[in-house]
């Protein structure tokens, strides 16, 4: 028989988040998701039972991690599960993004993302057992379009953070997983949901800028079905051995196998000259 999970999952108000707190609610569990704004708003969306405690949280406000924590813990006893989902996209290159528009995409994508994990982890260290699942992404794996290569670059450390703490949670009976959806069916890039860098380079207009003008024609057009994505989170939160780095959707996992393909290419052809760089030593 199945027993019944604590999840807690940031960015719940629309896009994975919500999907993966509708289909855990669906499947029998408890659910703390979180929103930065309009709690009664999800509330009701996800049709509000006792198994549900929306609480308000920015993973970027430090006392509102620690706040949104106490709650879940104080009204439900635990986390078995954190989703860290919270996040959005910066379309720039970069040399055109501003320190601003830097700063405050690490602080959502990594450092907010950080900080709810670290809040959680005392409790799950406690319980020992629990899965952090972290949302990462296709371009954590490889940085295929121009003018998301900072979005990129704050995938990249989600796919690090998760490695070193895997290693450093393992003894405690906690998991971690990140899981890399390819393009879905979501607001990602929906005009009010990603965030267009304010300076425009015209040298960056056949790269950048192509992206910029085919943004909204993607919107609403990728291959994925969130909802489906949901029930193989869903899945991995219930696996025994779940795996630590997971890519979701046929896109996601074809540039997975072709960064692998890649990097195994490049290693090989300067192995001859990057491999003799042991230090000599004197013979005895």
């Known amino acids: 028989m199945k ?18 707190a509708k289909a855990a609610l669906q499947s029998g569990d408890k659910v703390v998701a979180t929103v930065r704004k309009n709690p009664e708003q999800l509330t009701v969306s996800l049709k509000d039972t006792k198994d549900l405690l929306v ?3 920015d993973v970027t406000n430090k006392q509102q991690v620690k706040d949104g924590v106490q709650k879940a813990i104080g009204h439900f006893g635990r986390v078995d599960v954190l989703v860290n989902n919270a996040g959005y996209g910066l379309l720039g290159a970069f040399e055109e993004a501003s ?4 700063k405050k995409q690490f602080d959502t994508n990594v450092i907010g993302l950080m900080d709810v994990t670290r809040a959680v982890l005392p409790h799950m260290r406690k319980e020992k057992s629990g899965h952090i699942i972290n949302v990462s992404s296709l371009f954590g794996y490889k940085a295929s379009v121009p ?5 990129t670059a704050t995938k990249f450390a989600v796919e690090g953070i998760s490695e070193g703490l895997a290693l450093e949670v393992n003894p405690f009976g906690i998991h971690v997983t990140a899981v890399a959806p390819g393009l879905f069916n979501t607001d990602f890039l929906a005009s009010d949901s990603y965030v267009v860098s304010k300076n425009s380079l015209e040298a960056y207009a056949s790269t950048v800028g192509q992206i910029r003008g085919a943004a909204g024609q993607i919107h609403g057009n990728q291959p994925g079905d969130p909802a489906k994505l949901a029930q ?11 795996p630590l780095h997971l890519p979701v959707g046929k896109d996601s996992i074809a540039s997975f196998r072709d960064k692998v393909k890649a990097t195994e290419a490049e290693v090989s052809t300067w192995e001859a000259v ?4 042991d230090r000599q030593t004197q013979p005895a």
């Open 3 to 20: 027993s019944q999970k604590v999840w807690f999952i940031t960015g719940a108000s629309r896009g994975f988040g919500f999907e993966i």
């Open 99 to 102: 320190d601003e528009e830097i």
């Open 232 to 242: 193989v989170v869903i899945q991995v939160a219930n696996s025994k051995t779940p």
């Open 55 to 57: 609480v308000v949280l």
């Open 274 to 277: 990057s491999g003799q760089t």
């Open 147 to 151: 003018g998301f290569g900072i979005y």
